[in-house]
């Protein structure tokens, strides 16, 4: 059974730096495409990044290119964001979804699992 626990979050000033981890157990990784998703109070869940399954194509959404980057780990098993340069509207949880599926264009693809999410609070 495919379990994912998201961690890393926490408080940070603007222009500061963090970087989330998605832990995928019961499941080799490589077989996964995953996506970090995120939310905020008030607000729709929005997509942020991805990456496929083999290829390890990239997205980004247009608000965090340049400042966020996804990365994978197939031994640790896990994927990781790194979050530069954060802004106050880049608070939120952050949520990691996974599925065996494959689109050149990840943020295409519907998530089969998902973790509980990470809250990430940017302030002074």
């Known amino acids: 059974q495919v379990q994912i626990v998201e961690s890393g979050g926490g408080w940070v000033q603007p222009g500061g730096s963090l970087t989330l981890s998605c832990e995928v157990s019961?499941?080799?990784?490589?077989?996964?495409?995953v996506s970090w998703f995120r939310q905020a109070p008030g607000k729709e869940r929005e997509k942020v990044s991805c990456?496929?399954?083999?290829?390890?194509?990239?997205k980004y959404a247009d608000f965090v290119k340049g400042r966020f980057k996804i990365s994978r780990d197939l031994v640790k098993k896990r994927v990781f964001l790194q979050m530069n340069s954060l802004k106050f509207e880049d608070s939120a949880v952050y949520v990691c979804g996974a599925t065996t599926l494959w689109n050149p264009d990840c943020f295409q693809i519907d998530m089969d699992h998902w973790g509980n999410g990470s809250l990430v609070t940017v302030s002074v």
């Open positions: 990456i496929t399954r083999a290829t390890d194509q990239t």
């Open positions: 019961g499941a080799r990784l490589d077989f996964y495409s």
